[in-house]
Each structure stands twice: as C-alpha cells, then as structure tokens.
C-alpha cells in the first residue's frame, strides 16, 4: 500500500471552532496528507463562526456546549447517529484516527471494529489530569481507567514526546507507541521578529524583563501555579514584569491574581511570534500537555525556558542548557521553586541570552513534512500488519 491508497477518517472533538496546539497539529497533518494524495475526511463537531478555516472535508457530529464550569467555549461530541454512519459507509474510509477519547470517538472505535478498520489514535493532553482541576481529583483513577479501556482497544497510539511516551507506557495505556512530535514555523517565530516598539507601547522599558506566559487561560495551564511564582519573586524583590498572551475564561481570575501584569490578549500568526519574540523569559508551569507547542515556539523565539519537569516540557527542555525543568508538586512547593529557576534570568543578562540562544538553536531540528510523515509510515505499518493478520 502507498499513501495514496489511504483513506482516513479522522474524529477530533475540536478541529477547527477553537484554536488550541493540538488542532492546530491535525490541520497541519491534514494538509500534509492532502499533499501527499491520501484522501481525508474529518468528523467533528461544527459551528458557525470557527476560529480558523478546516484544511480538509469536514463532517458536523452530534455535539453540546461542554458541562463543565469554565469550558463553554468547547463542545463535546455525544455519539454516531445514523447520518455520520451512512456518511462513514459511503466514503469507506481504510483508516480511522482518532484525536480525542471522547463518546463519538469511542463510536467510532466500535465502528472501525465492526468493519475491519484498523486505529490508530493520538493523545494530545493527559485528560486524566483535568479532574484536579475542577476540584475532582477523586475522580482521576476511574478517568484513568477508562482511557486505559479506549487506548487499549485502538491499534497503536502515537504521542508527542518520548516523556509522554514513558507516562503512557507505564499507566498501561499500550504497547505499542511511536512518536508524532511537533514542528514550529520558524517564517513566524524566531528571533528577528522582536520588536521594541510594541513592547514600548505595552508599557515595557528596553531593559525590563518580561516574565512571559502563552496560551488559553484556564485553570488547567497552571495559572495558579504562575500567579503564586509571581508572588513569590516579589517576595524577594526579583526585578521583572509580566506579559500575558492569550484570552479565555479564567482571564479575570488571572488578571485580579497579577496585579500590574501586561495582558496583550489573544495573538495569532505573525502577530503571536512578534509578542512572544518580544518577551524575554518563558514560563511554563502546565503539567497537562504531552508536548507543549508553546514551549518550542518560545525556543525558537530564543527565551529561555523555566517549565514543569513534566510530560512534554522534560523532552524539550534542556535543563541548565535551554532553560529549567522544576519538578511538579503542590503549589506552596512548587511555585517557590519555580521562582528560584527564573530568578537567575531576570537578573543576568548574559545568562538569559546564552540559554535563550541554545533553546533557538535547538528548535532548528523540528520540521513539519518530516515530523507528519511519520504518522503515515504507522499508518501504513498498521495496514500491513492487519493484512498479515487477516
């Protein structure tokens, strides 16, 4: 078989209605396989104003506004009706890829079983996670069981990072994992699009040192975690400013919690990599990605990095060398510690510049094209082995 035979299905809860990393890895996949003469369909929920166009065919399932405080902005896909299965059988897909283990995809699995299809699903956050977040951290043994039950009846899984990998593997989620990691565009982030008059016109001298956090903001990106470091380098008197990038639902939680803090709101494009090339220190403290875009992307920007030695970040970072990796913990632990690994940056300069530097460097090895061709070699593999099999 050849990539042009393929015929993929792939279910994602969110496509294209609201912007986010993972997404924004699956349009780029899509567009990939497109150009490669595979053929693609995507189911997924859809609305009337998206933040960004679907790359790809694109098929509205059963959806609602997600139950959860904090979380309206997302839609969780309830099942297959019969209009998605007719849709399914027409198109005669002869692979399914599944982004996210929600009820649709869990249709979809039982689907794709029923017909011979083989699976392969990738994992873009650590779901078991989020409970904590919502005051329901009981609730992350049964989460995790029932991912165990979803990743263990799919073919093969692909994960962003060889971490993430060595966290699935040991939750027994499947044997058999293999990398899809992520590329940064570097025609938007980089160095060179640094700009001093933006940062002027937000309020920060040349010589002040902005502490930079990027993404949605809601509580699972460790915004607690951010605001209590903050405190704590005001505790000691450490020189520097904040610069927030990004918009969501906890926004007025975070505003209130860094009193003085600069919130440039939602970027996109060349605009984003301006912002974020304009900081000077990037500060990731989210346990919850397997790999963290925003992280390579502030590499490639040329900050040095201080992050949670979690999934995602522990594969990215190079500690002592591109920034800091501060194990996780309680916050009255951790913040403190994430405080004591940004310090050194927001008062050395030279330090701040030569980590910056080898993050930039770094960066330079992630290519798109190569990094999606290897989810069409598993793709392929996943055939051959069902062939001969069957």
């Given at each position: 078989?050849?990539v042009?035979?393929?015929r993929?299905a792939l279910?994602s809860?969110?496509?294209?209605?609201?912007?986010d990393?993972?997404n924004q890895?699956?349009?780029?996949?899509a567009?990939?396989?497109l150009?490669q003469g595979a053929?693609l369909?995507v189911y997924s929920?859809?609305v009337?104003?998206?933040?960004?166009?679907?790359?790809?065919?694109l098929?509205?399932?059963p959806n609602v506004?997600?139950?959860?405080?904090?979380?309206?902005?997302?839609?969780?896909p309830?099942?297959?009706?019969d209009?998605?299965r007719?849709?399914?059988?027409?198109?005669?897909?002869n692979m399914?890829?599944l982004?996210?283990p929600?009820?649709?995809?869990?249709?979809a699995l039982?689907?794709a079983?029923?017909?011979?299809?083989?699976v392969?699903?990738?994992?873009?956050?650590?779901?078991e996670t989020?409970?904590?977040?919502?005051?329901?951290?009981f609730l992350?043994?049964?989460?995790?069981?029932?991912?165990?039950?979803?990743y263990?009846?799919?073919?093969?899984?692909?994960?962003?990072?060889?971490?993430q990998?060595a966290e699935?593997?040991?939750q027994?989620?499947?044997d058999d994992?293999?990398?899809?990691?992520?590329?940064?565009?570097?025609?938007v982030?980089d160095?060179?699009?640094r700009?001093?008059?933006?940062r002027?016109a937000q309020?920060?001298?040349d010589d002040?040192?902005?502490i930079?956090?990027?993404g949605?903001?809601?509580m699972?990106k460790?915004?607690d975690?951010f605001?209590?470091?903050?405190?704590q380098?005001?505790?000691r008197?450490?020189?520097h400013?904040v610069?927030?990038i990004?918009?969501?639902?906890?926004?007025?939680?975070f505003?209130?919690?860094l009193?003085g803090?600069?919130?440039?709101?939602?970027?996109?494009?060349?605009?984003?990599?301006?912002?974020l090339?304009?900081?000077d220190i990037?500060?990731n403290p989210?346990i919850?990605?397997?790999?963290?875009?925003?992280?390579?992307?502030a590499?490639a920007?040329?900050?040095p990095?201080?992050a949670a030695?979690?999934?995602?970040?522990?594969?990215?970072v190079?500690?002592?060398?591109?920034g800091?990796?501060?194990?996780?913990?309680?916050?009255d632990?951790?913040?403190?510690?994430?405080?004591?690994?940004?310090a050194?940056?927001?008062?050395d300069d030279?330090?701040r510049?030569?980590?910056?530097a080898?993050?930039?460097k770094?960066?330079r090895?992630y290519?798109?094209?190569a990094i999606n061709?290897a989810?069409?070699?598993?793709?392929?593999r996943?055939?051959?082995?069902?062939?001969?099999?069957?």
């Amino acid at each position: 078989m050849n990539v042009t035979d393929l015929r993929i299905a792939l279910f994602s809860g969110n496509y294209n209605y609201t912007r986010d990393g993972a997404n924004q890895a699956l349009n780029r996949l899509a567009d990939y396989l497109l150009r490669q003469g595979a053929a693609l369909r995507v189911y997924s929920p859809v609305v009337a104003e998206p933040d960004f166009p679907a790359t790809g065919d694109l098929v509205d399932v059963p959806n609602v506004r997600m139950p959860v405080k904090g979380r309206g902005e997302y839609r969780l896909p309830l099942w297959i009706d019969d209009r998605v299965r007719d849709d399914l059988a027409k198109y005669a897909p002869n692979m399914l890829h599944l982004a996210s283990p929600d009820p649709v995809a869990h249709g979809a699995l039982k689907w794709a079983r029923q017909h011979d299809i083989p699976v392969l699903a990738s994992v873009h956050t650590r779901f078991e996670t989020y409970p904590r977040y919502y005051g329901l951290g009981f609730l992350e043994p049964a989460v995790e069981a029932i991912l165990r039950r979803f990743y263990g009846r799919c073919d093969a899984l692909v994960a962003p990072s060889q971490s993430q990998i060595a966290e699935l593997k040991a939750q027994r989620m499947h044997d058999d994992i293999s990398i899809w990691s992520r590329g940064v565009d570097r025609t938007v982030f980089d160095p060179s699009k640094r700009d001093l008059e933006w940062r002027r016109a937000q309020g920060l001298a040349d010589d002040d040192v902005a502490i930079v956090f990027l993404g949605r903001l809601v509580m699972e990106k460790g915004l607690d975690v951010f605001a209590e470091t903050i405190v704590q380098l005001r505790k000691r008197q450490v020189p520097h400013k904040v610069l927030v990038i990004g918009d969501g639902p906890a926004r007025g939680w975070f505003e209130k919690a860094l009193p003085g803090g600069i919130f440039a709101g939602f970027k996109t494009g060349k605009d984003l990599g301006m912002a974020l090339a304009s900081g000077d220190i990037f500060f990731n403290p989210s346990i919850t990605e397997t790999f963290g875009n925003v992280t390579l992307e502030a590499m490639a920007c040329g900050l040095p990095v201080v992050a949670a030695g979690a999934t995602g970040a522990a594969s990215l970072v190079a500690d002592g060398e591109t920034g800091r990796l501060v194990p996780p913990g309680k916050p009255d632990v951790f913040a403190p510690a994430c405080a004591e690994a940004l310090a050194p940056y927001c008062t050395d300069d030279a330090l701040r510049l030569q980590h910056g530097a080898n993050g930039e460097k770094a960066a330079r090895a992630y290519s798109w094209d190569a990094i999606n061709q290897a989810v069409v070699e598993t793709y392929l593999r996943l055939h051959e082995e069902r062939a001969a099999a069957g």
